[in-house]
């Protein structure tokens, strides 16, 4: 497509001599742009696909792939034959039947807020390795009992509590009295403390034993969910056919983990969509920035043009030679900019907590975005969206001041010579 002929005027045409550093200036700040422009583009993606994929991972660490809820105020009875059931279904790990209940949370200290309890045994805790793993106070061989707590970190310092303190339980569904009703209280011991890597749990969620809990919200026969964890979650959707069979005769809502979070999912992509098009902004500017150099470059080569038409060449070898001019600058820009962009990613959280240390602020606040550092995951075909976009819109950038020189007239062009 490109000729040895229009190859050596267009390096000829990049390599600036002296009185033609202005246009060659503007030509490298065209480059600069196009390279800051895709290299934002692929860390701000990166970042979104991080985030998305990291809290996807993370909820579906501590919920399950599959959820399967009593309808208010109602519980699972026969639960042991449904788990065996259920553990019948291809592509079914585990099994894990629990309560939930919201309650109101206090402690000595003066503290009181909302929060959630997760009554389930302690082997189905230990194999919640969000949680198990990531132990920092006490231990969960002592998550047995009717007396036993485990509290994520964020409320134990909120509360100022520690392993063998008392945080009390309120349930507001308590016994109805001639004077209304009295909500059920208890005192628990604090027997572990655990950073579950998600603010909302380490603030909100507090787990207790299975029978603990069956007592408390007073349904010693059954429990108010099941949860199921698949080998793969994306199978979850093609499974509810067969776990409706399973679930037959309850009167239960299931739920995979699309429909569970289809809120976050879908709010997350939206998100980096919309980054995407006002990032891509960015390199549609530097793309203007090209055709404002390549146009300068035509017309400080307008007497080139016509000598070169004059000798022979077409209209056509005039115009690969300037879009090889702008194609240079686009593609080389495009490149260095993908090279700084996956650096970057892969050296995004020392980068973060560099700028921590020098302005002494917090980048990245685990309160607001519910996870406890910045995540970056590079996707590829994000990757290529960027490059791709970066390139077409350098070689759309070279198609007009191409035209332009390519419809020079020799003879006028001369003439003002």
């Not at 208010?72 to 449904?82: E, S, V």
């Not at 503290?111 to 969000?130: C, I, K, S």
């Not at 002494?360 to 290529?384: C, K, M, Y």
Request: net charge neutral; glycine share 10%.
């Amino acid at each position: 497509m490109f000729g040895p002929f229009e190859r050596t005027v267009a390096g000829r045409y990049l390599r600036a001599r002296k009185g033609e550093r202005f246009v060659s200036i503007i030509a490298v700040f065209s480059l600069i742009g196009i390279a800051l422009g895709v290299a934002t583009l692929i860390v701000v993606t990166s970042v979104m696909s991080g985030f998305q994929q990291e809290l996807v991972s993370r909820i579906l660490g501590i919920n399950g792939d599959i959820t399967v809820d009593a309808y208010a105020g109602q519980q699972i009875d026969g639960y042991q034959a449904l788990d065996t059931r259920i553990r019948a279904i291809p592509h079914v790990v585990s099994v894990t039947p629990l309560i939930n209940g919201q309650v109101l949370l206090t402690s000595s200290n003066g503290g009181a807020q909302g929060g959630l309890v997760r009554g389930m045994t302690q082997a189905d805790l230990l194999a919640l390795h969000p949680v198990s793993n990531h132990v920092i106070a006490g231990s969960l061989k002592d998550f047995t009992g009717d007396n036993a707590i485990a509290i994520g970190i964020s409320l134990a310092q909120s509360y100022q509590l520690r392993v063998g303190d008392s945080l009390t339980v309120i349930s507001p569904q308590g016994a109805a009295t001639a004077f209304g009703t009295i909500p059920r209280i208890r005192a628990y011991k604090v027997v572990a403390i655990f950073d579950a890597g998600l603010n909302d749990y380490n603030t909100s969620v507090v787990f207790m034993p299975l029978p603990a809990a069956q007592a408390f919200f007073q349904k010693p026969d059954g429990v108010t969910g099941i949860e199921i964890r698949l080998t793969n979650p994306e199978l979850a959707p093609g499974l509810m056919p067969d776990l409706a069979q399973a679930l037959q005769g309850q009167r239960v809502l299931a739920r995979d983990w699309l429909h569970a979070n289809d809120t976050i999912v879908s709010v997350l992509q939206v998100q980096k969509d919309t980054m995407f098009i006002v990032l891509g902004m960015i390199v549609l500017v530097a793309a203007f920035n090209v055709v404002s150099s390549l146009i300068m470059l035509v017309k400080d080569k307008r007497g080139d043009i016509a000598v070169l038409r004059t000798l022979g060449a077409s209209a056509g070898a005039v115009l690969r030679i300037f879009v090889m001019c702008g194609a240079f600058v686009g593609v080389v820009g495009t490149l260095i900019g993908t090279v700084i962009g996956i650096v970057f990613c892969h050296n995004i959280v020392a980068i973060q907590h560099a700028v921590q240390d020098i302005t002494g602020g917090q980048v990245f606040d685990s309160q607001v975005f519910q996870l406890t550092q910045l995540p970056s995951t590079i996707d590829w075909s994000d990757v290529a969206r960027v490059v791709a976009l970066g390139l077409a819109l350098s070689l759309l950038a070279t198609v007009y001041p191409s035209w332009r020189a390519a419809r020079t007239d020799p003879v006028e062009a001369l003439r003002h010579e």
